[in-house]
């Protein structure tokens, strides 16, 4: 099982991070991380049909591989004389078999993980860091200007969302530097560390387009979020 692994005096070094990178600017950031954004059994479930899919193709091209096993496991027809119904009563049995083996082995959270797509993954942790956005800083600054930094640990995958007016300024190559600092952290089995530059990353850039005014307060808490 994968630990997020953070700390309460990390929790509070990141949220003076993100104290710090707002002091500069009128942005407001979001930091959420999360052990795992998506718990993939469907994957689980694509790779056990698959396995059905494999068996039945493997019983069409060896047809007496088929034959073999069933008297080997299974001894002579159950009649005397080979029997069709027998032998595929024996493949729907080894099919069901294979499938249900599948299911069980996968309900092992690292190999499921591990054998997920990256594509997949990364749909997932798009997916879910856009929702908690839309939940939790969308549109809920005067200026539109929030930001989500979303890190999930066992994909080791983050996402940045950012509000309307931050996307008018900043294109998705904007935030390559952060992403690569996040990410390599996380890597390293340091979640904290990883958040941290990302923060400072994201002030820099939002105080270099959205200057902090005099008039400018705290509209979302700098706290991180654990899910």
């Not at 993954?121 to 939940?135: D, W």
């Not at 400072?200 to 899910?227: M, Q, T, Y």
Request: glycine share 6%.
């Amino acid at each position: 099982m994968v630990s997020i692994a953070i700390s309460e005096a990390d929790r509070e070094r990141v949220s003076a991070a993100v104290t710090a990178a707002e002091g500069a600017s009128a942005g407001e950031i979001v930091t959420v991380v999360t052990e795992q954004s998506d718990p993939y059994h469907d994957v689980a479930l694509q790779w056990a049909v698959l396995t059905l899919v494999l068996v039945l193709a493997w019983a069409a091209a060896f047809p007496n591989w088929l034959l073999w096993w069933r008297e080997t496991l299974l001894g002579s027809d159950w009649t005397g004389t080979p029997s069709l119904r027998a032998t595929l009563f024996f493949l729907m049995a080894l099919c069901l078999l294979k499938f249900t083996a599948v299911l069980l082995i996968l309900r092992w959270r690292p190999l499921r993980l591990a054998l997920t797509p990256g594509v997949t993954k990364h749909r997932r942790v798009r997916r879910r860091a856009v929702a908690l956005f839309k939940a939790s800083a969308e549109r809920r600054t005067e200026g539109r200007t929030g930001i989500l930094i979303y890190l999930s640990v066992a994909e080791r995958r983050a996402e940045i969302v950012a509000d309307e007016a931050i996307m008018a300024v900043t294109t998705p190559e904007t935030w390559g530097e952060t992403m690569t600092a996040l990410t390599a952290e996380i890597r390293q089995g340091r979640p904290a560390d990883g958040l941290i530059k990302a923060v400072e990353l994201v002030g820099g850039v939002l105080s270099a387009h959205f200057p902090r005014s005099a008039d400018d307060h705290n509209e979302i808490p700098d706290k991180l979020i654990e899910l």
